[in-house]
């Protein structure tokens, strides 16, 4: 039974990564606006499988007046910095801040 509920697991998990709204993508800039929170990323590549709220398809928001923004500040930071690649999804809506961008929900940082 514990193997059977691990092999779900892993199943589960890895379609979950396969299934990334940007993949391989570089950091063109990282951006602040207005307010507290606005945060947000543009990339060399459109997103896929966005929310109808998110118009323009080479960004990503996230809060940059949270733990986990600024967690995904010092990643995007370092991605540009170093010229690494991105990979993550996005949430199924977009910031009251930015209405227009979706909103970042993992990242993953990488060569």
């Known amino acids: ?4 509920i691990a092999i779900f697991v892993l199943v ?3 379609e979950i990564l396969n299934a990334a709204n940007f993949d391989a ?3 063109v800039d990282v951006r602040f606006g207005e307010g507290v929170n606005n945060g947000h990323v543009k990339f060399d ?3 896929t499988g966005l929310p109808s709220c998110a118009t323009a398809t080479d960004f990503v928001a996230f809060d940059r007046g949270t733990d986990t923004g600024k967690q995904f500040l010092a990643m995007f930071t370092s991605a540009l ?3 690494l690649k991105v990979t993550g999804n996005v949430k199924s809506s977009c ?3 930015q209405s227009n961008v ?4 993992t990242l993953i940082v990488h060569k």
Do not use: E, I, R
């Open 45 to 47: 590549c459109n997103l």
């Open 95 to 97: 910031p009251t801040w």
């Open 25 to 27: 993508c570089s950091v």
């Open 81 to 83: 910095a170093a010229s």
């Open 102 to 105: 979706a909103s970042l929900s």
């Open 1 to 4: 039974m514990k193997k059977l």
């Open 12 to 14: 589960v998990f890895s």
